[in-house]
């Protein structure tokens, strides 16, 4: 199976939910972006304007001291040393100039990545993984995987404050109409947060290379009425409904090497290395946003999931057809 992970993200449909498919820094729907897209903004005007001063300069020099005929090729152009005024004039302008970008760009930078959580807003510990993104909400008691709900900001100002960590190599948070990158660094803990001004589907990816499924490592963020949201996160918190139809397929995913990388809440299944299963149908897509969620792609990821992921740190089994049937239907099963 061969697939463009970012045309199958946008083929994702969640039935009545906007999807906003730009990842476009220029169409911001949150504070940290919209902070953002203006100091970009500012940067390109002034970078703009000494661009057209000197390459004006240097065209109007051209031109203006071209050869002509009739020059006299000995006689040199009058030359000019030691003068202060211009010296002075090319150390200070550049100076001034550099120390505007400084301070603009920095005040935007320590107004997202310092802002201190109030204790009552959404908090939530991303941890970057080789490749896929761990997703917890400590003060829910929920785990999940790549795909981030959050509420919208709506009139009482709800925000979402992100822990950034890694367990591995340097990854990057980036939702480009949400905020800007901010890495994922081994042994350092950043910060950023969210505000989404519009319910909605946000997409976003890993934006600092981090090995060979570096492009398959897609977030996606749904932004959610306060009720939509409060409805997600009491489903989440819920134990595994046990289904006596699925008992063999549970034991059989028990019996295997699934358990040591996996958690299945309130099962012997406790691995911490892979994604945390327990509501894995609950997530639209799988493997951190390349194949869709549905029972074909779950079956194809399990049996080799090097087919999708070449390189994936999750092996194949080498299950036979009707074990992978079995595991399948209690994956299924896990809503
Ligand atoms: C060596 C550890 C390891 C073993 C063993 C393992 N997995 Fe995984 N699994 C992973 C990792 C790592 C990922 C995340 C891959 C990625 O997205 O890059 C993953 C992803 C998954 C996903 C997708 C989860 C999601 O949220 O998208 C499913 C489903 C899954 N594994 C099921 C299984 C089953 C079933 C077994 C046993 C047959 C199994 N795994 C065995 C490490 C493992
Ligand atoms: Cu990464």
Redo the contacts with the bound molecule.
């Keep these: 199976m061969s697939m463009n992970p970012v045309l199958v993200l946008l083929q994702v449909q969640v039935p009545g939910v906007v999807e906003h498919r730009v990842t476009n820094m220029f169409e911001p729907l949150a504070s940290p972006a919209a902070a953002e897209k203006n100091i970009a903004l500012l940067v390109l005007a002034i970078t703009a304007a000494i661009f057209v001063v000197v390459g004006g300069l240097i065209a109007y020099t051209i031109w203006r001291f071209r050869r002509r005929p009739g020059d006299d090729e000995r006689q040199e152009p009058a030359q000019v040393y030691g003068s202060n005024q211009i010296e002075v004039a090319w150390t200070v302008i550049p100076i001034l100039i550099v120390f505007v970008l400084i301070g603009v760009s920095a005040r935007v930078i320590a107004s997202v990545s310092n802002a201190s959580p109030p204790k009552s807003m959404l908090q939530l510990r991303i941890v970057g993984?080789q490749?896929?993104w761990q997703v917890e909400y400590p003060q829910f008691g929920i785990v999940t995987?790549?795909e981030i709900h959050v509420p919208v900001t709506g009139e009482r100002n709800v925000a979402t404050y992100i822990r950034l960590e890694s367990m591995d190599v340097a990854h990057s948070f980036w939702v480009p109409q949400l905020a800007g990158k901010t890495d994922l660094i081994p042994n350092r803990v950043n910060y950023t947060w969210i505000d989404p001004h519009e319910p909605g589907v946000y997409v976003g990816n890993c934006a600092e290379y981090c090995g060979t499924?570096h492009a398959r490592m897609l977030l996606r963020v749904v932004a959610q009425s306060r009720d939509d949201f409060g409805r997600w996160a009491a489903a989440q918190q819920q134990p595994v409904f046990e289904n006596a139809q699925v008992a063999q397929g549970k034991a059989v995913?028990e019996s295997?090497?699934?358990v040591?990388?996996?958690v299945v809440k309130g099962t012997p299944a406790q691995g911490k290395?892979?994604?945390d299963?327990t509501h894995?149908m609950s997530?639209q897509t799988?493997?951190?946003g390349v194949p869709t969620n549905t029972p074909d792609h779950?079956r194809e990821?399990?049996d080799d999931?090097q087919k999708i992921?070449p390189g994936?740190?999750?092996?194949s089994?080498k299950?036979t057809n009707p074990e992978l049937d079995q595991?399948v239907s209690y994956?299924e099963s896990l809503n």
């Design positions: 993984h490749w896929w995987a790549n499924q995913f295997l090497a699934c040591n990388c996996h290395f892979g994604p299963l894995l997530r799988l493997a951190a779950l990821w399990v999931p992921k994936v740190l999750m092996p089994l299950l595991v994956l």
